[in-house]
């Protein structure tokens, strides 16, 4: 009897353990169906296909059947938006994602029922790849942004060594990394950040980071004409890749790549991306990635640095999808 129940007990974890597995692909599988939709979605697509991939391995191997994106079954219906909760518990309800009709269709996941007809939040995959190459990987709840979001590159300008983040009494920043999780609030900061112009008014939008924001966009978007690792000023001026920073009183500066910045700061005539050098220690509300190299005007150098922002979903506010 005692090890009757034993094997009731690994079964039944082994179900709810596969209940979390599909309903996180589900997540994944929905994104995957409108990426090709999204502007800029080919250089999310890879990501979310080796999310599923593992998703489907981690299924399989205990015994379920993995979410498929053209599958009219298993807990995954395109039309109606709610279903008889055949996986999810005895005959409880679930709408799809991003399904017509669903609950809550501007957030990642909907609706999924925790057992028998009761209803919980969906979940949200987040990946953040380290700079010696492993993964790591949180859940948050559909609709709001994960702990890790936001990778930019950025020239420490001032040579402090850093990213030089404002205190919160200067104002916020909105920025959209394109990662499917919406914008984001991040402090304003002193450093130049790379980013490109993509309607020429000279100013910085959300999603204008999408193309700069890591080594791998940078190539994808073709601004490095000759593949030499660094962006120099004529290959800036036909993506239309700018700096933007803040001075001391939150006021946003915009310029381009030569170009002096306030105060006598030296243009930068080129940017490194290539991250040949180590990842230093990120100062408060900073995940460093790597660091390469920028040249000045002047001759001098200074680090180029691609980082995440650490954000905690909490403090950021709620958006209405539009």
Do not use: C
């Not at 609706?111 to 492993?134: E, S």
Request: aromatic residues 6%; negative net charge.
């Amino acid at each position: 009897m005692v090890a009757n129940n034993l094997v009731s007990l690994n079964r039944g974890d082994n179900a709810t353990r596969l209940r979390q597995l599909q309903d996180q692909q589900r997540e994944v599988v929905d994104q995957l169906k409108s990426i090709d939709q999204k502007p800029l979605g080919f250089l999310e697509k890879p990501r979310l296909e080796r999310q599923n991939q593992e998703l489907t391995q981690q299924i399989e191997e205990l015994g379920g059947k993995p979410v498929g994106a053209d599958e009219k079954d298993n807990d995954l219906f395109n039309a109606g938006g709610l279903q008889a909760g055949n996986n999810n518990g005895g005959g409880g309800l679930a709408p799809t994602g991003n399904s017509a009709g669903g609950l809550n269709p501007g957030g990642a996941g909907g609706m999924q029922p925790a057992g028998a007809g009761g209803m919980q939040p969906g979940t949200a995959v987040h990946t953040k790849v380290n700079p010696d190459g492993t993964t790591e990987t949180t859940t948050t709840p559909a609709g709001q942004p994960g702990p890790w979001k936001g990778d930019p590159f950025a020239v420490d300008s001032d040579g402090d060594g850093k990213f030089t983040m404002l205190g919160d009494d200067k104002g916020k920043v909105t920025i959209d990394d394109g990662t499917g999780n919406g914008p984001m609030e991040v402090n304003k900061w002193k450093d130049d950040m790379l980013f490109q112009d993509k309607n020429g008014d000279g100013k910085f939008q959300a999603d204008e980071i999408q193309n700069t924001k890591d080594p791998e966009s940078i190539k994808k978007s073709g601004f490095d004409k000759n593949n030499d690792g660094k962006i120099d000023q004529e290959e800036a001026k036909a993506g239309n890749l700018k700096f933007v920073s803040y001075d001391d009183n939150g006021k946003e500066q915009v310029r381009g790549f030569g170009e002096e910045g306030p105060g006598g700061k030296p243009g930068i005539k080129s940017f490194g991306y290539n991250l040949d050098k180590k990842a230093q220690q990120g100062t408060q509300g900073i995940e460093e990635k790597g660091r390469a190299t920028a040249e000045f005007t002047n001759g001098k150098t200074a680090d180029t640095i691609n980082f995440d922002f650490v954000v905690d979903p909490s403090t950021q506010r709620r958006r209405q999808s539009a």
